[in-house]
């Protein structure tokens, strides 16, 4: 895995490479682009090379071929999935736990969760970080730092335009330690653990909402 240097930005300058990574990651539509175009403004440093990386190349794609690559990565390969509990409890009975602390934490901000996502959706978990509580998101992304950086690896060795954004928010967390590059190794080559025996019956992941569907974007 390639290491990345943790950003010297203040906690400020964080939330908004957060914000602008949850609408990159989100399923592309004009509006969220659009946003996110602006919001590169106000971005520097590595993470605003590699968050312009990923818009400037999701923009060359065109409406349709950037929705087709979008759900052919994220949807289609387990290994690149966006739902972070997914590389630290896989397909087994303590997923549900793992789910819980994230929407514990969204309950004590006092916020509920959106319909149609899962709380452990990484655009869902940037977006509480960015806008919400930055101590408690930052706490959840760095808690899952190796599911993120799982993701990353995926994406940078299928050469998609979504991993420069990923990137941006390994570079908002704290250097990885050995033992956590030793777990992502680990993770990589071994995968998620699997314990279906006396699992209740856990769909994999909350089906992204997309255009013409209820809830849709």
Do not use: I
């Amino acid at each position: 895995m390639k290491l990345l240097r943790r950003s010297r930005t203040p906690a400020l300058a964080d939330r908004v490479v957060w914000q602008c990574a949850s609408l990159l990651l989100s399923y592309p539509d004009d509006e969220s682009l659009d946003t996110a175009g602006q919001l590169l403004e106000h971005v520097e440093g590595d993470a605003a090379a590699h968050l312009s990386e990923t818009y400037e190349a999701v923009r060359a794609l065109g409406a349709m071929a950037a929705a087709q690559s979008y759900v052919a990565t994220f949807d289609m390969r387990r290994r690149a999935t966006l739902y972070l509990t997914y590389w630290t409890a896989g397909d087994t009975r303590n997923r549900g736990r793992a789910m819980l602390v994230f929407t514990d934490e969204y309950r004590a901000a006092g916020v509920a969760m959106p319909a149609g996502e899962a709380p452990d959706h990484l655009p869902v978990v940037l977006e509480f970080a960015a806008t919400v509580d930055a101590a408690a998101g930052r706490r959840l992304l760095a808690g899952h730092r190796a599911s993120v950086a799982v993701l990353y690896d995926a994406l940078r060795e299928s050469a998609s335009p979504w991993a420069p954004a990923v990137a941006a928010v390994l570079g908002t967390l704290p250097a990885a330690t050995n033992e956590e590059l030793h777990r992502v190794q680990r993770l990589a080559a071994e995968g998620p653990p699997s314990d279906a025996v006396g699992l209740q019956p856990f769909t994999l992941t909350v089906p992204p909402r997309r255009p013409g569907n209820e809830g849709g974007r």
